[in-house]
């Protein structure tokens, strides 16, 4: 599950603009076959930490990542055609809403989000800085190793922070136009100890009945903990004999005190039909699991229904009324 996390995160951190291989930018009169001048790369993408309160992570220390040799390290590359200067620096990596906004401003710091405050990195002359800058020359790979100072009042569950690459503008030709790439590296930590996950799931429902159309079923899902998990949710529709003709499951990544929206919408069900829907939602300690009957009727089965009801009731006082008076007549 961290190894998917992990995946999960650095995917969000592409869409908001950069992680690992930073999108090229051209300057003016490059082509976009061209390897661009300014261009870095920065590995792993993603990186999981062990937080216990007061300790300290460096270079191979056991609670430091495993993707690379070195531990709590990343390397940049210069996969440009130029050297350039870059910094590396950490900031919060907020995440908002069932949209997955992502937030990397100091402003929008949270509990879950301090750990970008414990993380410096070593210059050149061994001591550990907020932010450090270096020279890259086109092909050369470049360590840089981090620290990560946890307080002895850590909070408990997760904790989220973004380790980024950025060039910085030519200073020697500063009327030239300027392209500035950047990437960065997903930290995902979890506390050891106090860690909570919870979840509720409410306005939780499925149709029973339809005249047509498709069929929906919905659920708010919240995480209501302090760390982030996967919901997991399923819908599966059977004939009243037990075939299977239609199945829709999927997981939501949630995250700390948001709420997720679960949107069923069974496309071009049978026109007539009963069936049996079973809708369950697990997330964390709580699970929703309901099964039932699930009726198709379209309108016009239904006034023939009715039609067909009223000429069996007419029928049966008819012969009804007919017995009577043929007990009538046999009194006489």
């Known amino acids: 599950m961290i190894k998917f996390k992990n995946i999960f995160l650095a995917t969000m951190l592409v869409l908001a603009g950069g992680a ?5 930018a051209y300057a003016e ?14 590995s792993p993408t993603a990186a999981t930490v062990t937080l216990m309160g007061g300790s300290t992570l460096v270079d191979n220390a056991e609670n430091c990542p495993k993707d690379l040799d070195e531990g709590c390290a990343v390397e940049v590359k210069n996969i440009g055609t130029q050297s350039f200067r ?4 950490a900031t919060p990596y907020v995440v908002s809403g069932e949209n997955y906004d992502l937030d990397f401003s100091e402003n929008s710091s949270t509990t879950y989000t301090q750990i970008s405050r414990w993380i410096t990195f070593r210059d050149n002359s061994g001591q550990y800085v907020k932010e450090i800058t270096s020279e890259i020359n086109p092909g050369e790979t470049q360590l840089i190793r981090y620290r990560i100072q946890v307080p002895e ?3 408990g569950g997760a904790q989220y922070a973004v380790i980024w690459a950025q060039t910085l503008p030519n200073t020697t030709n500063p009327n030239g136009v300027q392209t500035i790439s950047q990437a960065g590296m997903v930290v995902y930590g979890r506390s050891i100890g106090d860690t909570v996950q919870t979840a509720s799931v409410d306005d939780y429902g499925f149709q029973r009945f339809s005249f047509g159309g ?5 659920a708010t899902i919240k995480n209501t903990g302090n760390t982030d998990f996967d919901a997991y949710y399923y819908y599966t529709a059977k004939t009243f004999f037990g075939k299977e003709i239609y199945n829709e499951q999927d997981s939501i990544s949630t995250f700390p005190d948001t709420e997720y929206h679960v949107n069923i919408d069974w496309e071009n069900p049978p026109l007539l039909g009963i069936f049996t829907v079973n809708f369950r939602i697990s ?6 699991d309901e099964t039932h009957i699930v009726v198709i009727m379209p309108v016009f089965v239904l006034v023939l229904l009715i039609l067909l009801l009223t000429v069996i009731i007419v029928w049966i006082i008819i012969i009804i009324r007919k ?7 046999t009194l006489v």
């Open 20 to 24: 690992g291989c930073a999108a090229p």
């Open 29 to 42: 009169g490059e082509s976009g076959d061209s390897t661009p001048a300014t261009w870095l790369q920065i």
């Open 86 to 89: 870059y910094r590396v620096y």
């Open 153 to 155: 009042d850590v909070p």
């Open 214 to 218: 498709n069929l929906k079923a919905q």
């Open 283 to 288: 997330a964390a300690d709580t699970q929703v």
């Open 323 to 329: 017995r009577k008076e043929r007990k009538a007549r």
